[in-house]
């Protein structure tokens, strides 16, 4: 059985965590899903929306994924990579040669990550959809003006 690991915050799920979920499954049978805590993230530097419980519930519901750890830190994955037995450290190659030194428990790869989506484009998208546009505050300036004229 060849057992795959991976690790991510995966706040706000997207078709990129999808994707790389998918990839990962295809490579082998047992795929583990490491997803960083609310407190790691603060190590991280990393603000989430989503809480931990929610987000590892989400993470677990994937068909591609067999099995849900939490990460808390940085230092876990040697640990994680022998307790699994794991055969494939992977990650998305925004992280391109930062874990080469678990090569020596395993092998390490990096995927392409899906273009053109983010948490962050996300939470920005969200921002200027949510936002009113400036025209649509004239408008609604005049309308008022208009009523408050009836009203004299
Ligand atoms: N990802 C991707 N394509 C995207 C966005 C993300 O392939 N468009 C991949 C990332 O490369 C990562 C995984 O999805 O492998 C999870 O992404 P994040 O939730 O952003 O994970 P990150 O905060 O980078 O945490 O110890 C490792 C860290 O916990 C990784």
Redesign the pocket.
């Given at each position: 059985m060849k057992k795959i690991i991976?690790?991510?915050?995966?706040?706000m799920f997207h078709i990129?965590?999808l994707?790389?979920l998918r990839n990962l499954k295809n490579m082998g049978d047992f795929l583990i899903v490491?997803v960083?805590t609310d407190n790691f993230n603060k190590e991280?530097g990393?603000r989430t929306l989503i809480p931990f419980k929610q987000r590892a519930e989400i993470v677990a519901s994937i068909k591609y994924v067999d099995l849900v750890i939490p990460?808390s830190s940085?230092e876990q994955?040697e640990n994680d990579i022998k307790k699994h037995s794991v055969d494939i450290f992977a990650?998305?190659?925004?992280?391109e040669g930062k874990f080469d030194h678990l090569k020596k428990f395993c092998d390490v790869i990096y995927?392409d990550?899906?273009?053109n989506?983010?948490?962050t484009e996300l939470k920005s998208s969200l921002k200027r959809f949510l936002s009113i546009s400036q025209d649509d505050l004239k408008h609604a300036f005049d309308v008022l003006e208009l009523l408050r004229r009836d009203l004299e």
């Open positions: 991976t690790y991510g915050t995966f706040d990129g965590h994707n790389l490491g960083s991280k990393k990460e940085w994955k990650m998305g190659n925004d992280w995927l990550r899906t273009k989506i983010s948490t």
